[in-house]
Nanobody
């Protein structure tokens, strides 16, 4: 079992930066691929970024590539999402999620565990 709690979401101006954190509990955190997803009102949940258990491979949606960076600290059981050059279209609830290794990292249905989400609002 893995429990996930996101934090760091807030209101920010366009062009600004935020860092989201996702704290995990559970002994097996370090073995999971971790992902960030987001969902805006009226939209489906969409993939943002993911990172393998060692942190050696990361994968991004095209819409955030070059602006967002995912990282993890297994000693702290935490995964991060650094978001720079934020745009109004980045406004959404952001969720972190965990999946065992070996599955497609961009598909939400592959993720077993989800946090409750944190709201990011970018004002233009």
């Amino acid at each position: 079992q893995v429990q996930l709690v996101e934090s760091g979401g807030e209101l920010v101006q366009a062009g600004g930066s935020l860092r989201l954190s996702c704290a995990a509990s559970g002994r097996t955190f370090s073995t999971y691929t971790m992902g960030w997803f987001r969902q805006a009102p009226g939209n489906e949940r969409e993939f943002v970024a993911a990172i393998t258990w060692r942190g050696s491979i990361s994968y991004y949606a095209e819409s955030v590539k070059g602006r967002f960076t995912i990282s993890r600290d297994n000693a702290k059981n935490t995964v991060y999402l650094q978001m720079n050059s934020l745009k109004s279209e980045d406004t959404a609830v952001y969720y972190c999620a965990a999946t065992p290794p070996g599955y497609s990292m961009s598909e939400p249905y592959n993720y077993n565990y989800w946090g409750q989400g944190t709201q990011v609002t970018v004002s233009s």
